[in-house]
């Protein structure tokens, strides 16, 4: 753990282990609510130093943490792969997504403008400053071990924030590669803390809790996310949600039915589905279904599963046993209600992938609303394949979910893409695209899949206050 500039003596520790084999890698500090405790008071201690420094001096510090990121891809892609288990070019990718925040909140923070407003009144005049919202507790998930933790921890140092995080106990690691990195950039002690822990609960009471945080920030599940939120109402802490999806795949039959597939397959099986913006419905018009699915059918039979680290593998682990067997249930449950398996369905087991959590690619069509896929968050490699006829079918299947952050539409004609832009009650919306993302825009989701925005200006916002001033002149 790294509290107030120190990195904490090794006390009680937990295993980390790598999941394409159970080998453990490391065992890092078990913390406890105290060290939370403590590392919330460094934070607040440091907060009015931190927070008047000026913008180009917070600049310069998320700057040279970039440069050290991108000079360490390579390392930390490779730890990335060996702790989480996504091929290491998906790591390499993730590397240089997490180095974008650096950067662009790098830049943001000189940003950061006020304004003047005209009153009714002669004598008098307005003006509004942002400022920093104070000490945020941030809590982050294992599927992106390196990448949710910038695009917290940059844009609340731009904004001059301090910081206490807790991340993920699968992916702790990880954590502690970014925070080294932070403390070589010079960032000074008490501004950024790291708390690993393996019951997160206790941490996350002393987050909640405790009034000196004056912000949670968190990435994760939306059952877990909204107890937070829960227990942050009592104080009115501020919070932003990123939580899970249940993203919609709509492909239209002006569409290159083999185009979209092949975008289907690279997102859908992209960190073998643990991805919150991963399409978990594909609804596709009903004369192109079965191209579309030969496609999907074809490209998958190529897929190699195996350690990250070996070349030419596309389909890592999954976390752990309880997301392969969350995942065995949805496809069995979808075979036994008439859903037709054309690809995978099985644990993969054969020789060494024996001892990692592996669950092959899996392609499945005749999806019906009352499978178990058809409502619930997948997190893993399954393709489950709808038929739809019409326009207003599907755009009310698509909405039809507690969730609302990621969706995908494949058209060729202009007015329906637009039309379907705006009917979807989803935050992001790739149209032909399959990766909608990037440090400069706004990642979010509508509903139940969490409350405010990451990257761009408005996550920068996420972190300021607005003071009004009215001066009488
Ligand atoms: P999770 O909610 O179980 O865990 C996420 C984080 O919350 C971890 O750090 C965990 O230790 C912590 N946590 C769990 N219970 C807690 C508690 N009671 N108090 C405090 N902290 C607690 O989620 P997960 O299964 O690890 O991650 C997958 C989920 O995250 C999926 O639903 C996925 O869609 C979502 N996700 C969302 C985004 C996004 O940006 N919207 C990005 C990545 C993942």
Redesign the pocket.
């Known amino acids: 753990m790294f509290i107030d500039g120190q990195w904490l003596e090794p006390g009680p520790s937990f295993e980390v282990t790598n999941p394409a084999n159970g080998e453990v890698i490391g065992a890092v500090a078990d913390g406890a609510k105290e060290h939370a405790a403590a590392a919330i008071d460094a934070a607040h201690r440091v907060f009015p130093a931190w927070s008047t420094s000026t913008a180009y001096a917070r600049a310069e510090v998320l700057s040279k943490a970039h440069q050290l990121m991108l000079e360490r891809k390579q390392e930390l892609a490779e730890l990335m792969t060996t702790e989480q288990g996504k091929p290491l070019k998906a790591s390499l990718n993730e590397v240089q997504y997490a180095a974008d925040f650096l950067r662009w909140f790098a830049e943001e923070a000189k940003r950061i403008y006020g304004e003047t407003i005209p009153s009714a009144r002669a004598d008098q005049r307005f003006l509004v400053r942002y400022q920093a919202v104070g000490v945020v507790a941030a ?6 071990p390196i990448s ?1 933790i910038t695009r917290k921890v940059a844009p609340a140092l731009a904004a001059g924030c301090t910081v206490v995080l ?4 699968a992916t702790p690691l990880c954590a502690i590669a970014v925070f080294k990195i932070l403390q070589e950039a010079g960032v000074p002690d008490g501004v950024v803390n790291l708390v690993t822990a393996q019951d ?2 206790p ?2 009471e002393e987050f909640c809790t405790n009034p000196l945080v004056k912000k949670l920030t968190f ?4 059952p ?1 996310g909204k ?2 939120a829960q227990d942050c109402a009592p104080q009115l802490k501020r919070v932003s949600m ?4 249940h993203a919609p795949f709509i492909v239209f039959d002006d569409a290159d039915p083999e185009h979209a597939a092949k975008g289907a397959s690279l997102v859908k099986f992209l960190n073998t589905g643990q991805a ?1 913006i991963s399409p978990n419905r594909m609804f596709v018009q009903r004369d192109i279904v079965e191209p579309f699915v030969a496609t999907l059918e074809k490209r998958v039979a190529v897929m190699q599963a195996g350690n990250g680290l070996q070349p030419g593998i596309s389909i890592g682990p999954l976390v752990n046993e309880a997301a392969v067997s969350k995942v065995a249930t949805q496809v069995e449950d979808a075979v036994a209600k008439g859903a037709t398996l054309h690809a995978g369905g099985q644990r993969l087991t054969d020789d060494e992938l024996a001892n990692g959590h592996f669950y092959a690619p899996t392609v499945l069509s005749q999806v019906t609303p009352e499978m178990l896929i058809y409502r619930e ?1 997948t ?1 893993g490699p399954v393709a489950p394949v709808i038929v739809f006829d019409d326009y207003d079918e599907v755009i009310e299947m698509a909405n039809d979910t507690h969730y609302g ?1 990621a969706a995908y539409i494949y058209t060729q004609n202009l007015s329906r893409a637009m039309r379907t832009f705006e009917a979807l009650n989803f935050g992001i919306i790739g149209i032909n695209d399959i990766n909608p993302t990037s440090a400069a825009a706004p ?1 979010g ?1 509508m509903n139940e ?2 409350l405010g925005r990451e990257g761009a200006r408005e996550g920068i916002a996420e972190y300021l206050e607005t003071k009004l001033g009215g001066f009488s002149i």
């Open positions: 809590i982050t998930p294992w599927n992106y949710m807790k991340p993920a106990e997160p609960k941490i996350g990435t994760g599940s939306t877990v107890k937070l990123e939580l899970g999806g919150c968050e997190f952050l990642f989701g899949s969490g």
